[in-house]
């Protein structure tokens, strides 16, 4: 089996490294980011095949990431949002501009594999 890609763009360095690390024992290539610039220049080099995001990140937001993706990128791939900023205005604007789930912090590493496998299930 192929693994799938995901792009993880989280600014708290802990708990990217522990999502990154559960994710990686659930079978997906992980590839870390930590801030909005590091998310364009992945994206500039391979569209994944999730892409997992805070929604406050330092230079680009998980709001502007998802305007980003949908419509500079034009691509469909599934985008999950994670966020301490679980207020209804976040979560409309998230969905509203084309995020496919939206998780509020704390974050339960196995809700998020389970979420990430339901979203790369959807055909």
Do not use: C, W
């Not at 990217?16 to 994710?23: E, V």
């Not at 999730?50 to 985008?79: A, H, Q, T």
């Amino acid at each position: 089996m192929v693994s799938k890609q995901l792009l993880l763009a989280e600014d708290d360095e802990l708990l990217g490294s522990l999502l990154r690390f559960r994710l990686q024992k659930g079978g997906y290539e992980v590839a870390h980011v930590t801030d909005g610039k590091q998310v364009k220049e992945h994206l500039g080099e391979d569209i994944p095949d999730i892409i997992v995001s805070d929604i406050m990140m330092p230079y680009f937001s998980g709001i502007e990431l998802i305007d980003y993706v949908r419509n500079e990128l034009d691509s469909k791939v599934p985008i999950i949002i994670i966020s301490s900023a679980g207020n209804e205005e976040n979560v409309l604007s998230a969905f509203e501009l084309g995020a496919n789930d939206f998780i509020s912090k704390p974050v339960s590493p196995s809700e998020l594999l389970v979420r990430v496998a339901r979203e790369l299930n959807k055909t």
